[in-house]
Antibody
Framework: QVQLVQSGTEVKKPGASVKIYCNSSAHTLSDHYMHWVRQAPGQGLEWMGIINPSGDNVNYSQPFQGRVAMSRDTSTSTVYLELSGLRSEDTAVYYC??????????WGQGTPVTVSS | DIVLTQTPLSSPVILGQPASISCRSSESLLHGNGDTYLSWLHQRPGQPPRLLIYKISNRFSGVPDRFSGSGAETDFTLKINRVEPEDVGVYYCMQATQFPRTFGQGTKVEIK
């Protein structure tokens, strides 16, 4: 069964950056748009942005513009999320999500990020 | 941004009984191509969400047929025909008609 595998737990200090990766266990992601969604503790889902299959076009949610960067390495079928200027409010679980026809059909297991001094 | 409002926010249900969740959008979710990109997701505690329904009423692969979706334009409903123990968790509606993608606040389904 296809799975999205994400990098592990991160603990960062305020002002630092974090870079999370996501790849597939057994299937190429190169044909798919990929999204990132985060979920703060006890809260709902927040969409962060999308990257196209070739990695040359991104669309970020306005609250994250200026401090988020999504990229992908098509040779390894890996997608990346980098978030800079971390603050305590960025403490959350970050999910990579594969997109089907405008629906989110496969989710990574999530990467917990804690921002604390 | 499109705002999705779910009701109720909490739904205690009896096993074997039906359950229903409403999702109302601040704008029509009808895309210019004629599709309506409203999905439903289910999240069990400690797990990532998983897709149940896409484009209003299409069950995703492996989703039991006790789940059904309906609606149009701005009003949508998820129904569970007979609630089973594994159906507990939080249900989210989500729209992909416009950027930014947005989610409802979530509806927590628990067994009464």
């Amino acid at each position: 069964q296809v799975q999205l595998v994400q990098s592990g737990t991160e603990v960062k200090k305020p002002g630092a950056s974090v870079k999370i990766y996501c790849n597939s266990s057994a299937h190429t992601l190169s044909d798919h748009y990929m999204h990132w969604v985060r979920q703060a503790p006890g809260q709902g889902l927040e969409w962060m942005g999308i990257i196209n299959p070739s990695g040359d076009n991104v669309n970020y949610s306005q609250p994250f513009q200026g401090r988020v960067a999504m990229s992908r390495d098509t040779s390894t079928s890996t997608v990346y999320l980098e978030l800079s200027g971390l603050r305590s409010e960025d403490t959350a679980v970050y999910y990579c999500v594969r997109a089907g026809d405008q629906y989110f059909d496969l989710w990574g297991q999530g990467t917990p990020v804690t921002v604390s001094s | 941004d499109i705002v999705l409002t779910q009701t109720p926010l909490s739904s205690p249900v009896i096993l074997g009984q039906p359950a229903s969740i409403s999702c109302r959008s601040s704008e029509s979710l009808l895309h210019g191509n004629g599709d309506t990109y409203l999905s439903w997701l289910h999240q069990r505690p400690g797990q990532p969400p998983r897709l149940l329904i896409y484009k209003i009423s299409n069950r995703f692969s492996g989703v039991p047929d006790r789940f059904s979706g309906s609606g149009a334009e701005t009003d949508f409903t998820l129904k569970i025909n007979r609630v089973e123990p594994e159906d507990v968790g939080v249900y989210y509606c989500m729209q992909a008609t416009q950027f930014p993608r947005t989610f409802g606040q979530g509806t927590k389904v628990e067994i009464k």
